[in-house]
């Protein structure tokens, strides 16, 4: 199998494999912000309920992606190392996995909705808004985690452009459909959120469709005959040593972001509404940041299973330079455009007030926000899960959620806000140090190796 990441240059292959990411992210962030869109016409309402969903939708989407980045670690390094049906193995055992995941959380989420999402803070009124959407939801969740584990695999070997136009056909599937099953267009009865639903289970679909057909026919990745037990596990244990620590650190993101929906509920429902839609605009303005930390990972893979770690070093300098000239950019255009920007989602002027102000306060930590992002990713390329999920757990539960509430009782939604800037800030510093100190020892190992060879 082609190594396509472990020669040529570092700045020049970064760039290869982030701009077709770009793209596929955007369709990813324009498939939510267009069911926000919609959903927020239906009304304050409807967009506080969908707002609830979001933390559960990211958490079971963070199994999915935590499983992908399992095998896309043992993959790409098995490609560094050479071993094709080492890699075809890995491949289709990790779908086999995600498989045996989504049977056991489809089979959870549905008895527990009415008490999940109470717990979360959705009222009466909202509650039943809340049933209708997550119902279909929950039936469709095969059509998010397969994709996104074979594509995932797809990424591992180098290949981004094709995930990208995979990602970008559900979403242009999901905007043609959203119009028309939600408002009820061209004939069709209006299902507000069963149709938003309806639209991201159909959409999805095509997605699990197209994954699979590349993975077998362009990349060869699938193994046809049917593997042993012990193989199975073997495969599964390697993947989850690095997936289940990564599946872990993705839901504490969403698990978070569900504490603080309900610190955010205590102010009203018009607080949790304009959490809701700066998040969405907060996902769109980090693209490129989330598509570095997309492919630095196979990029890390491959160059450490072949050994060539000063190109590991070196992919990380750059990308950390890019995270902090990104994030100033972002933040010198967003203190203008924010109040605009929301204006674009609901028109509700409290809603719109409250999400100005959160996109004035976090934005100026998020050049740390995607140092975090691209060091995790770093790190779980190089099959060490254990400082992703520690720079997590640091940044959320032991910053975030702590600040946050006693920020939300002396300084109200501004204090809440201000906690996640704080957090971004000073656990961003401390993954950038720790990525340096690894990177740099391993170098000096090499380095020392071939020294007492000569």
């Not at 982030?18 to 324009?30: D, H, K, Q, R």
């Amino acid at each position: 199998m082609k190594q396509r990441l472990t020669e040529g240059n570092v700045g020049r292959q970064l760039i290869e494999l982030t701009l077709p990411m770009v793209w596929g992210v955007f369709a990813i962030i324009a498939f939510n912000l267009v069911d926000t869109y919609f959903v927020g016409q239906l009304g304050t309402k409807e967009l506080a309920a969908m707002s609830f969903t979001f933390p559960v939708v990211m958490t079971l989407g963070s199994l999915a992606l935590g499983l992908g980045v399992g095998a896309s670690s043992v993959i790409a390094r098995a490609i560094g190392e050479g071993d094709r049906s080492r890699v075809q193995r890995f491949t289709t055992n990790s779908l086999t996995l995600g498989l045996v995941a989504v049977a056991i959380f489809v089979s959870l989420g549905l008895f527990t909705i009415d008490p999940l999402f109470t717990a979360l803070g959705a009222d009466a009124e909202v509650l039943p808004l809340i049933r209708e959407y997550m119902q279909i939801w929950y039936f469709g969740m095969i059509f998010l985690v397969i994709p996104m584990i074979g594509n995932s695999a797809i990424r591992a070997s180098g290949n981004t452009g094709t995930p990208s136009i995979i990602m970008t056909l559900a979403s242009v599937v999901n905007i043609v459909l959203d119009p028309i099953l939600i408002l009820g267009l061209v004939g069709f009865p209006r299902l507000e959120l069963q149709g938003a639903a309806l639209a991201t289970v159909i959409a999805r679909a095509i997605t699990l469709i197209a994954s699979l057909l590349v993975l077998h026919f362009k990349e060869r990745m699938i193994y046809l005959k049917v593997p042993s037990l012990q193989e199975t596990l073997w495969c599964w244990k390697d993947i989850l040593y690095v997936g289940l620590p990564a599946a872990c650190t993705s839901m504490i993101n969403p698990i978070s972001i569900g504490v603080i929906t309900s610190l955010l509920a205590t102010f009203g429902a018009a607080s949790v509404a304009a959490f809701g839609v700066a998040s969405r605009i907060e996902s769109f303005v980090l693209i490129a940041l989330s598509a570095l930390s997309a492919s630095i990972g196979p990029f890390v893979g491959q160059n450490w299973g072949a050994k060539k770690y000063t190109r590991v070093r070196q992919s990380m300098r750059l990308s950390f330079i890019f995270c902090i000239i990104w994030g100033a950019l972002m933040t010198l255009i967003l203190v203008p455009f924010a109040p605009w920007l929301s204006s674009l989602f609901n028109k509700n002027p409290e809603v719109i007030e409250i999400a100005t102000r959160y996109l004035w306060i976090v934005p100026i930590s998020y050049g740390t926000a995607g140092i975090i992002l691209v060091a995790s990713s770093a790190f779980n390329g190089l099959g060490k899960p254990i400082p992703s999920i520690v720079m997590t757990v640091m940044r959320m539960f032991v910053l975030y959620i702590p600040i946050a509430y006693f920020g939300g009782k002396i300084y109200g939604v501004n204090g809440i806000f201000a906690a996640a800037t704080i957090s971004n800030l000073v656990v961003g510093i401390g993954a950038f140090i720790w990525n340096q100190r690894t990177c740099s020892l391993k170098a000096v190992e090499k380095a020392e190796q071939a020294a007492s060879m000569s």
